[in-house]
């Protein structure tokens, strides 16, 4: 029977020993110091997340010169001073002085990690981090390091050296913490043995395990789980494991001094070997299965990992004689910026399988490259994605497979791949509502110039793919492309998609009015400049069309109302020029600031701005960024009869309009180029880039007006395959910038609630909120707000230089031609000579002017980033300076307190007397 107050003096003993000296000071001190400089690192303020990211990364290599620090001596310095043999004389057992040890070194460590909770105060101060995810990240710490102290005692028991157990401590540790990497470079030595005696790749992949096999037994795989919100199952068996194992180990160590019985052959040792590998392989199988489970426990602040109520909802819903069958077809290895989706899917699968017991036939396949199984996912049209990524300091690319096929009777959807935007759990809901119903609803695509739904293009003679946001669509709609040649049939569809109308000729676009007036829901896209082709802009002629004789191209008509859409905006009470062009300054991701420009606005919360997504309406409430390229913007115009309300608005404090004009650049011999760097004046407003048009219930009873239900929204762009494909480039993944953009998110949830199917809405906004660092985005949006005016005054000063110039040349013309002493001939040849060698003089003056103030503007640009890195990096310091100071606070009031002690026992008789 294990006694309690025997382990607790033992406890006691140890915990006071290990603070009577500098040893633990030092090394929680060290510890602190070193967790908030990987805490607050350069990549920190890069990834404008107020999240412990960067540490949870780094944690398991700090522990593994941490723990064999704490443990080092624990029993070393026992057996060195002989204390060990008066110990275990002592009224008490191997297994409590064992648990009695542990439980101080646990207490040492415990004491550091609180002292580094310092680094959640000053999280705080500049962001807005989600409460439980730090709870069950420090939670993932304090497990980390309890499972690492078992290994690092066994470390010390093995010796009488404290040096010698540091350092097989810090190899016992390293085991679990670098396991996979290991493994991964044992499998590619083997791998590359069995090639050299002509053994072909296929067979080598069906011996060898696939790299990162074993990814699922090291600390860093179970940790990023805790650091996701949650409390895995399997990442507390694992480490509770860990714990188990070692301490076992432990007590087998120091009960050796038992087996010497006088016996010859002695078989204690083999007995116990015996047991301690059993007990291994019955932990990893545990563990295994625990692996394989979903259970968890969702701490994050709005459950995101728990079913919602529209899932529970729609579950109930199914019929059970027409059951759904869900195949997914997944990768059991994925790289580590995929594997919290992963896990979402594989638990949200089981989640649901449990659930909907007979009315859900789940089944899961582990698919391989190139097997058979990747083969049937791909006849299924499920693909796999070739996925960039580092291992064991090499890039690598990766085919990994994450799709699922969802049926019911005659119906399916295809999820061809969840990527990391993706809402694994509105998906599947989705997917399962759109099966089970007998029919769905329609949305019609009308055919413009942009050529949404794809088809043959007569004009390149090439076929054209239809955009992702039709392929995001079809989950959930029947899709069917509208010719706006005819009448619009208004019973047909439930929601009409109008892409660049302005685009359309004028009978065309009269058949749109009359469906739009009517009060069928609409859905408008128009740009002032489409960057998928510019030759598409409202204010360029139509482009030529096929089908003439030899070849030919055709003369187009001409567009309706000169791409001004006047009829149609007329019937909206709505203005939108078709020549004006947003800009933004401010972006949540200065390291592609210069890379994208001004045009490139995000829209999100997290700035100057006046509710940059409407929260009032549930199409805007949830989201939280999106890009939007070279936009328009709309205003109401004053009416009684409409009711205006904006859903996207720009950026208010270094945002402005620029007329399409000054962005085109017509040369004769190389056509038009877009001029990256016009004049841009801030003219402090909010822009509304998108807003819901909609008549008042009072006009609608009258009848005399047009009924409006309508949402127009100034920029094509934005859903536009060019936009994503930007999101995934690799230059910009390359700078650690991870866009999670809701624009396709923000058109379901339009035509969503056009069709009035708003059950989704909520679920497909359903995540956490935008936890960005405010005081570095309110740092950044002051020097920007500096840099702005500075950029201003200097191409005022520019153009005061150049017009002085000018006004130069012409005070000197003007003077020529009031000289009566000259005739007119000489006039004219003197006048053309001045205005030859002044304007040359101005065309060289312009050049210098416009370098100097280029020079003057990269300056100002190079000083204000200055600045910016100037402030961060005196965050950083404090961040990292003022965490041990607790630490150091308490060891010198200890101190004190102690050698005052000393003193106060100290005999008078024993005091030297100094006078």
Known sequence: MIRGHVIHAVFSRN????FSGLLGYVVIVAFVVIAASLAFSADFFASNHATLDQLTANFPALLVFLIPALTMTCWADERKMGTDELLFTMPATDLEILIGKYLAILAVYTVGLLFSCTNLIMLSVIGNPDPGVQFTTYVGYWLAGASLISAGMLASALTSHSAVAFVVGAIFCCVPVFISLVANVVTSGVAAFLRTFGMSSEKVAAIIPQAGAMDVFTISHHLSDFALGILPLAGMVYFFSLISLFLYLNYVVISRRHWNTGEENNSMGWQFSVRSISLAIALMSITTLAIGSVSRFDFTQRSLYTLSTVTSKVIKELDAERPVTIQAFISPQVPEEYSAVHQNLVGTLRELAHRGGSKINVRITNVEPFSEEAEQARLLGITSRSVQTERNGEIKIEEIFMGVRISSGLDEVVIPFFDLGNSVEYELTRSLRTVSRETRLTVGILKTDASVAGGFDSATFRSQPEWR?????KKQYNIEEISPDSPIDESKFDVLLAILPSSLTEPQLENLVTYVATGNPTLIFDDPMPMFNINMAPRMEKPPQGGGMMGQQMPSEPKADGGKLTSLLGVMEVVWENGEIVFDRDSPYPKIEDMLGPEAVFVYDKRKARDAFNPDDQTTAGLQQMLIYYSGTVVPRESETM???????????NSGILNFDSLIIRNPLFGMTLNNNPRRDNDEFSHVVAARVKSKAADKESGNNPVINAIFVADIDLISDGIFDLAERQSIQALGIEMKLDNIKFVLNCVDSLAGEEDFISLRNRRDDSRTLDWVETLTSGAVEKRSAAEKAARTAEEERLADANQELRDKIAELEKDTTMDELAKLREIQMLQSALSRKVEVD?????????AEIQAIK??????????KGQFRFWAIVLPPLPAILLGLIIGFSRVRNERRM????????RA
């Not at 100290?906 to 007397?913: A, G, H, K, W, Y």
């Open 15 to 18: 915990l006071a020993g290990f």
């Open 846 to 854: 312009t050049v210098d002017i416009e370098r100097e103030s280029e």
């Open 906 to 913: 100290i005999i008078d008789e024993r005091r030297v007397n």
């Open 469 to 473: 946001i039709v392929t995001e669509l």
């Open 643 to 653: 009711e205006f309300t904006p859903l996207l608005r720009s950026g208010a404090a």
């Open 862 to 871: 190079a000083s204000s980033e200055r600045e910016i890195a100037a402030v």
